[in-house]
């Protein structure tokens, strides 16, 4: 949400930990995101050690898989 295309009303809220965002914004994305509207009210107290661990290497080499590719 806060990264993805088309999602620039969306921000981030260091003292509350949570995404936040104009009411219309929300809805328009829950319209179309159904899961996401769990999280309209939600803080994430970890994000920011969640980020540092998850958010820098990423394996791109030819035998590199998705998270969805493992799955199946």
Known sequence: ???GKDNSGFGWDE???MVVAKCA???SYISSHKAVGQFRHHSF???D???SIHAKDRA???YA???A???E
Request: glycine share 4%; hydrophobic share 40%; with cysteine.
């Open 65 to 67: 898989q998705t998270a």
């Open 60 to 62: 791109i080499g030819k």
């Open 69 to 71: 590719d493992i799955i």
């Open 49 to 51: 050690q969640l980020t």
């Open 15 to 17: 003292y509350r930990q």
């Open 25 to 27: 914004m929300w809805n």
């Open 45 to 47: 107290p970890y994000c």
């Open 1 to 3: 949400m806060l990264s």
